[in-house]
């Protein structure tokens, strides 16, 4: 079963870059698109990247998507940092069937 | 802009069927599109249920699959989830969304709606 790692918490400070990942457990993570989902407490998750690095009216340019093939893994960036960035995301793709698969999810806490 | 509103029992008793309905408005359903299902258990990350074209094909995550029907009334312009034999670790956020194809990204999502399994 194709499955997507995500670490399980990050922090940084305001102002700064961070950078989260999500890599998968077979075949070529650049087969199919990744997508990226912000979810602040209490609320339905919002995509924040889809299609690797496509960013969706009203997201901010400071987050970015990229793809690492060498490395099996997919990133979002998130620069200049901000208090109401702090949220879980969950990156997202498909197996081979065309089935839908979700990263554990990465608990982002900026102090 | 598209709206989808997931109703439906908010407790549930074991080996029971737990059964949602998402509304859409905004977009007929019979136009396209696929619609899916994801839940969350509490303090937890999210899962995938299933997806269904406007047609009626149908796609499930493999280790709900025997247990996971998912319908759509064009004519009410709603789909629906049927889970079957629920236990305990079947309590969960249940949230309806819109993927933009196949396998797209979930573009619209349900406010979400609290699932409880007990007796």
């Known amino acids: 079963n194709f499955m997507l790692t995500q670490p399980h918490s990050v922090s940084e400070s305001p102002g700064k870059t961070v950078t989260i990942s999500c890599t998968g457990s077979?075949?070529?993570?650049?087969?199919?698109?990744v997508q990226w989902y912000q979810q602040r407490p209490g609320s339905a998750p919002t995509t924040v990247i889809y299609?690797?690095?496509?960013?969706p009216s009203g997201v901010p340019d400071r987050f970015s998507g990229s793809i690492d093939s060498s490395s099996n893994s997919a990133s979002l960036t998130i620069s200049g940092l901000k208090t109401e960035d702090e949220a879980d995301y969950y990156c997202?793709?498909?197996?081979?069937?065309?089935?839908?698969?979700f990263g554990g999810g990465t608990k982002l806490t900026v102090l | 802009q598209v709206q989808l509103q997931e109703s439906g029992p908010g407790l549930v008793k074991p080996s029971e069927t737990l059964s949602l309905t998402c509304a859409v408005s905004?977009?007929?359903?019979?136009?396209?599109?696929?619609w899916g299902w994801i839940r969350q258990p509490p303090g937890k990350g999210l899962e995938w249920i299933g997806s269904?074209?406007?047609?009626?094909?149908?796609y499930y995550n493999p280790s709900l699959k025997s247990r996971v029907t998912i319908s759509v009334d064009t004519s009410k312009n709603q789909f629906s989830l049927k889970l079957s034999s629920v236990t305990a670790a079947d309590t969960a956020v249940y949230y309806c969304?819109?993927?933009?194809?196949?396998?797209?990204?979930?573009?619209?999502w349900g406010q979400g709606t609290l699932v409880t399994v007990s007796s």
């Open positions: 077979s075949g070529s993570i650049a087969s199919n698109y």
């Open positions: 969304a819109r993927p933009t194809t196949l396998v797209g990204y979930f573009d619209y």
């Open positions: 997202q793709s498909y197996d081979s069937s065309n089935l839908v698969v």
């Open positions: 905004g977009y007929s359903i019979s136009s396209g599109y696929y």
């Open positions: 269904i074209y406007h047609s009626g094909s149908t």
């Open positions: 299609e690797d690095n496509q960013r």
